[in-house]
Each structure stands twice: as structure tokens, then as C-alpha cells.
């Protein structure tokens, strides 16, 4: 009886033990609960249970609401799913309305059950770090990864801080902090550095204090990433060395990288340590050893490591492609004996005259396993690599939507693509698919188009669009009753805007007002920058936004919901991008006509110009839409210092206009921004309407290459500048959006 009680008293204590260890596990989403329901927080019970990977179970229980999980990422995609389907509220980019739940929590009634089709639900494409990331605080990262978490990712990247642990690397390898810094490059720039497109920072080299509080900010955030469920993709050493490197290792394997997009010499061709030299690891042990120390052990075994992003190896041999992945996931291998490998697929895409189907098979299969390495098919909706490369020779892979380059704004999507081809790809013969996710360079707007991917990864048939579109719009304006008229205007375009089948323009659609103004080429633009419009204006964003404020009339609480005054402001302002490309027709037709005269030509640039000071008043009127805010993010980090902080406003500012020393790659970070286009893309169009008139009175012929050095002399100039000491530089929000909205309507539309 004794042993029997014994036993019995071992196995309730072992029992408690296991509880206590689930409960420590699910802490994570009771502080996501408290910090986004405060009020209905207690309301809240999750439990982990035995089962299927990625499942859920939401019912009624103990006066409250009941999670039982089988993961802690599938608890926080649970309490998600009780709060938009139940509860009628949502989490956006542009804050979370969850605390907005009603007073009384709704029953469950029958019970909601969700399960992941996929393992990975993924999220982040390198250079997002920059173009959207650069300059976030902890509270803009909290937003971020509570989305996330809310949504069911469970595999996010996680850049923040690496230059800590590859400068700690390069010292324990001898080299001095001169011949590092010479290497990195500045805040707004680091992933094209990470990538080993370029080196060295223009503008001034990177301070030692941008990088210890970017490795102080990614402690807490890989720790919040462990506690909501999710697995970090951390960094390691991927083989870019500073040019220093080959004089300290004579005898190492370095190679010279090629040039990348037009940077001189002095800022890109990196160094590249080939991984079959023995340094190579010895590098790899070193910074994974270090970065176990500061984040543990444990939280991540996946890491990111591409080391041909629009840069091509040094030889094209198979043997030589084979030998060179064989050797890197040797060296993570040695590091960390449970390490995969993850890699952006981007390079079999932007590089395929070079990633022939042979080399693509030679370079991952140098890797052993198909478990040891994940694969993003980076731009999966448009120009999928996985089915060339026959689901990647057996490698894991994840469907990804990429869609934003650069962090441009213009409204476009295929929400039928993006809900069928994902459950085509994972049942297509011989898949080895194992995640969805979303891979866009820059998170500006168009945010249906991300959130039905997350989506649709629990859901194993194609999500019905009518639907989806439906309640979407629904929770995004709680108010009720929600006048018909704000669906409308969401009908109209996921019928329009949103039902792109022109694969050639599957992208953000970018306004020609931010380019650089020329005679030609401009409009019609198709590729990954497309500028081609693939829907009828007046049909579609003009009758939307005609709808939206329909809404409001009838609605007049309409206005204090954020993401309505957000998307009103969205609206107008894709009608007045589209309308400038009008009125640019009417000017080069104008001025290339024989008998066209200087005034001709000035009427006909009056209202490009009379557009753009309209936009900017637009665009003023919403915080989400301020380069004020992007220089505020970036100067802050500063805390006052003047010279640091000029050196952080001249990256936030070079990336957005000429992006590169001389403009190497001009515009093509441009951003839709009250203040940007007032100071600068106003400023551009007034000088070419000038220079146009200009040849007219003096019968010269229009010269691309000099009006091109004009354009640089404004960019190099406004970077230089200061936010706040100029005409027409406001800090913050001013105007009216509905006032402006109806202007837009009336005058423009």
C-alpha cells in the first residue's frame, strides 16, 4: 500500500511538474491577452494539450473564454480567432482595436477549431529591416510582433543587432575597428551589407552607439518572439569580410564579389571568404558561440545565410556550387549540431541566366537532408522558382508573397492568386512545401493582400473572397450598423484594384510623380516597379472613394475609427497618383508638339504642380503617411547628440531619394509622404516644367544628361538637409482628411 501510494504521490508530482512547465510556456500569451484586452484579461484561459501540430479548440468555460493548444503559436492564433470572429475586433498595422472588444464578451457558442496547413508561417524579407524597420523602438516592434503572433506566424526573422556579434567576431579574428568600420555600412543601408552587395557607409561611418542599442533592442525582442510562441531566424557568419581580412590571412581563400547596381568601386565588390577555407568555420563557431551567449542557446536552431542575393559566384562549375553550400552548413553544422539552414530564393529568380536548373541542383544538394535547410520562394505570386526547380530538388520550401518593393505605396493585388495558388503549390505532385509567408521588402499599406495569406494558411481550401473581403472590412470599421456603403467601397476593389490578373504588374503600383521627371519612360512601366495602372480609375478607387465617404455621411462615427481615416486618405490619394499620369500625358504631348510654345508648355505643367501641393495637404492630414515620422524615428535613436543625429536623418533621407552616394539606384525607395512630396518630388517636377520651358525660349534641344545633374543637385542637396528649418517642413498631422478627401473628388476626380 505504501509503494502504491508512493508511486502514485511521484506521478501527481510529476504530473504538476509537467502543468507548471506548459503554464511557464503559455506566459507569453497571458501577457498578449493583459496587453491587448486589458479589460477581459482574467476572461482569458489557454492550456497546452497533446495533438495534432498547430491546432486549436476556443470554447465557453468557467464564466470565460477556453484555448486549449497543441502549440503556444496556435493559442495566440486561437484567442486571434475568438476576437475577430466572435468578437468582431482586429489587430492592424496602424494599431490594435482589440481592447475595443464589447463590454461583455461574447459566448463562443459552438465551439471554433483552427489547424495549420503548413508547419512555417513565416514573415520578413531581410531588406524590410531597413526599408520599413530601420529606425523602430521597442513599441513599434511590440505592435509588429503582437500582429504576428496574433495571426500565427511562427517563424519571423530576426536581424536587429547583428553587427554586435560580427564586430565581437572580427576582433577575435585580429582586426582592428578601423578596418570593420571601413566595412559596415549605415543604419538605413545595413541588409544590403548583411547581403554582401555593398560595404562602407557613405554619409559617415557607423557609430559604435547605434550598434550596441541595436543589440540591447534585440535581446528583448528575440526574447518576446520565444515567449509569443514564435522561433527566431537568427543570423550567423556568412562569409562577407572587410578587404582587411586578406592581409591578415595571406594564405585565406578570399575571392572579390561583383559590383552591385553602379556603386564605385569603393562600396561594393565585398570580400568573400570562401566556405571551404578553414576560416571559415573557425568565423561561424565564433559568432554562433557568441550569439548563444547573449540570446541562449536554444531559442533558435534556424538560421539565415544567403550568400548570393544579385551577386553571382566566383565559378559557375557545378563542384564548385556544391562544394561551396557543403561547406556552410558544414560550418553551422559544427557550430550548432541542430542547425538548418534558411535562405531567401530570391537568387534563382533575379539571377536565372546564372541559377540554370543544373547549378540550382548542385548548390542545394551540396547540402545533406532535405529537413537541413528551408528555402523562401520569394516572390512565390508572381514568379514562383519552386516549380522550375522541382519543388527544390526536396528541400523544404515556403510559399511567400513578396508584392512591396521598396517600401513603396500604391494600391494592387490578385486576391484569387493569393488564396489559390498557395493550396495549389502545397498539393502539387511531389511538393515538399512546408510554410506560407510574407516577404515584402517594405510594409507600407495594401494590407488585405498580407492578411488573407496569413490567413490562408489555416485554411486547407482557398479562402471565398466575398467573404473574407466582407468581414474584413467589417471589423476593420466597427461601427454599427456598419452602413453599406463602406463594404461597397471594399467590394469594388478586391473587384477591381485587388483582381490584377496582369502578371506582368504583380506589385506595388508605383506613382510616376516620384520618379525622376523625363520625357520618356515613365508610364507603363511593368516588371517588379510596375507604374502600368491594370484597372479603370473612375470605376474603381474614384467610385471607392466616393463610397467611403457615403459612409461617413451616414455614419458620422465613421471618422474617429483610424484605419477608416487611414484608408479614406489611402483612397484619395491612389486617385490623385493616377490623375497626375494624365496630366503628364497632356505636358510631354505639349511640349513635344512643333508649334508649342514656353507658355504652352508652363499651362500645361501648371496642374502637375497644382496636384502635387494637394497630395502633400493630403497626406499631411494622417500620421501614417509622414516623412516627419520616419526622420523623428531615425533622430531619436540620437538622444540628442547633433552630429549623430544629422548622420541618422542623412541615411533616413538618402535611402528614400537617391539611395547611394550619387543616386545609384535613384527613387527606388520613394514613399507616398506629406513633406516628401511637397519638398522634394514638387521640387523636382517644378525644376523639369523650368528646364522645359527654358529649351522653348532658347531653341535648345532638350538634354537628358544635364537636366539628369540637375535632379542630382536637388537630391544631394535635400539630403543634406535638416527637417523643420525649411518652408513648408512640418512636424506631425495639419488639415482635415474629409476636407481634402472631397477636394480630391471635386477638383481632381
Known amino acids: 500500500m505504501f509503494a ?38 482574467d476572461a482569458f484561459s489557454f492550456a497546452l494539450v497533446d495533438g495534432e501540430p498547430d491546432t486549436f479548440v476556443v470554447s465557453d468555460k468557467h464564466n470565460g473564454v477556453h484555448v486549449e493548444c497543441t502549440t503556444v503559436s496556435a493559442c495566440a492564433r486561437g484567442l486571434y480567432t475568438y476576437l475577430t470572429q466572435r468578437g468582431g475586433v482586429d489587430i492592424w498595422w496602424t494599431g490594435s482595436r482589440l481592447s475595443e472588444v464589447p463590454s461583455k464578451l461574447p459566448k463562443v457558442g459552438e465551439e471554433i477549431k483552427g489547424e495549420a496547413i503548413v508547419p512555417y508561417r513565416y514573415h520578413f524579407n531581410t531588406v524590410t529591416f531597413d526599408y520599413t524597420a530601420a529606425f523602430w523602438d521597442f513599441e513599434q516592434w511590440e505592435l509588429e510582433l503582437d500582429w504576428l503572433a496574433l495571426r500565427g506566424v511562427n517563424l519571423p526573422l530576426a536581424w536587429v543587432g547583428y553587427e554586435y556579434i560580427l564586430i565581437e567576431t572580427f576582433r577575435e579574428a585580429g582586426l582592428d575597428d578601423d578596418d570593420i568600420s571601413d566595412f559596415l555600412s549605415g543604419p538605413a543601408f545595413q541588409a544590403w551589407n548583411r547581403f554582401g552587395n555593398i560595404q562602407g557607409s557613405w554619409g559617415g561611418e557607423l557609430p559604435m552607439q547605434w550598434v550596441n542599442d541595436q543589440f540591447a533592442l534585440q535581446k528583448r525582442l528575440v526574447q518576446r518572439m520565444v515567449d509569443l510562441g514564435m522561433t527566431p531566424v537568427l543570423p550567423s557568419f556568412t562569409g562577407f569580410v572587410p578587404r582587411a581580412m586578406s592581409k591578415l590571412y595571406p594564405n585565406a581563400s578570399i575571392v572579390t564579389g561583383s559590383q552591385w547596381s553602379g556603386f564605385p568601386a569603393a562600396y561594393t ?7 571551404f577555407d578553414p576560416l571559415f568555420s573557425t568565423l561561424q563557431k565564433s559568432f554562433i558561440s557568441k550569439q548563444q551567449v547573449a540570446y541562449g542557446a536554444d531559442v533558435s536552431h534556424i538560421y539565415t545565410l544567403d550568400q548570393y542575393n544579385e551577386n553571382d559566384p566566383y565559378s559557375g562549375d557545378p563542384d564548385y556550387l556544391r562544394n561551396i553550400s557543403a561547406a556552410t552548413f558544414a560550418s553551422l553544422r559544427a557550430a550548432d549540431p541542430d542547425a538548418v539552414w534558411l535562405m531567401q530564393g530570391w537568387l534563382f529568380f533575379a539571377s536565372e541566366a546564372f541559377w540554370t536548373d543544373e547549378r540550382v541542383s548542385a548548390y542545394l544538394g551540396g547540402v545533406p537532408g532535405n529537413d537541413s535547410m528551408i528555402v523562401l520562394d520569394l516572390f512565390s505570386e508572381a514568379s514562383p522558382q519552386w516549380n522550375r526547380t522541382q519543388s527544390y530538388y526536396g528541400k523544404q520550401w515556403v510559399w511567400c508573397e513578396l508584392h512591396d518593393f521598396g517600401g513603396n505605396i500604391g494600391l494592387e493585388g490578385n486576391l484569387e492568386a493569393l488564396t489559390q495558388d498557395p493550396i495549389t503549390a502545397l498539393h502539387s505532385p511531389g511538393s515538399t512545401m512546408k510554410g506560407i509567408g510574407l516577404t515584402m521588402e517594405g510594409q507600407e499599406g495594401n494590407e488585405i493582400v498580407y492578411d488573407i495569406v496569413l490567413d490562408q ?10 467573404t473574407y473581403v466582407n468581414d474584413w472590412a467589417t471589423r476593420r470599421y466597427p461601427v ?27 506589385a506595388t503600383i508605383k506613382g510616376i510623380y516620384e520618379l525622376a521627371p523625363s520625357l520618356t519612360g515613365l508610364t507603363n512601366r511593368t516588371g517588379h516597379h510596375p507604374t502600368m495602372i491594370s484597372y479603370d480609375t473612375n470605376s474603381s478607387v474614384v467610385s471607392a472613394l466616393k463610397l467611403l465617404l457615403q459612409a461617413k455621411a451616414e455614419h458620422p462615427s465613421l471618422a474617429l475609427v483610424p484605419e477608416f481615416a487611414y484608408d479614406v486618405v489611402d483612397v484619395a490619394r491612389q486617385v490623385l497618383s493616377n490623375r497626375f499620369v494624365d496630366f503628364y500625358v497632356v505636358l510631354v504631348d505639349a511640349y513635344t508638339s512643333p508649334n508649342s510654345t514656353a507658355s504652352v508648355v508652363s499651362a500645361a505643367a501648371e496642374p502637375l504642380l497644382a496636384l502635387l501641393a494637394d497630395l502633400d495637404a493630403l497626406l ?70 523650368e528646364y522645359l520651358e527654358q529649351t522653348k525660349q532658347t531653341g535648345e534641344a532638350y538634354n537628358a544628361t544635364v537636366f539628369a545633374g540637375t535632379l542630382l543637385e536637388i537630391g544631394k542637396k535635400w539630403d543634406n538637409g535638416t527637417w523643420g528649418t525649411g518652408e513648408g517642413e512640418w512636424w506631425g498631422v495639419r488639415g482635415d482628411p474629409w476636407e481634402m478627401a472631397e477636394k480630391v473628388l471635386k477638383v481632381w476626380a
Open 457 to 466: 494558411a489555416w485554411s486547407s481550401a482557398p479562402l471565398n473572397i466575398s
Open 4 to 41: 502504491k501510494k508512493g508511486l502514485l504521490a511521484l506521478l501527481a508530482l510529476g504530473f504538476g511538474v509537467i502543468q507548471v512547465a506548459a503554464d511557464n510556456k503559455l506566459q507569453g500569451i497571458y501577457a498578449l491577452a493583459k496587453r491587448r484586452v486589458p479589460n477581459h484579461a
Open 620 to 689: 499631411y492630414t494622417n500620421e501614417h503617411f509622414l516623412l516627419s515620422a520616419w526622420i523623428a524615428d531615425a533622430r531619436r535613436w540620437a538622444r540628442g547628440a547633433h552630429a549623430y543625429g544629422a548622420f541618422l536623418e542623412y541615411n533616413a533621407r538618402n535611402q528614400i531619394t537617391l539611395w547611394g552616394p550619387d543616386g545609384e539606384i535613384n527613387d527606388y525607395a520613394s514613399k507616398a509622404w506629406a513633406g516628401l512630396v511637397g519638398t522634394y518630388y514638387k521640387a523636382r517636377w517644378a525644376a523639369f516644367a
Open 269 to 275: 565588390n565585398d570580400s568573400f571568404l570562401e566556405p
Open 480 to 506: 454599427k450598423p456598419l452602413p453599406k456603403a463602406a463594404l461597397d467601397a471594399w467590394t469594388t476593389l478586391a473587384q477591381t484594384v485587388y483582381n490584377n490578373k496582369d502578371t506582368n504588374t504583380w
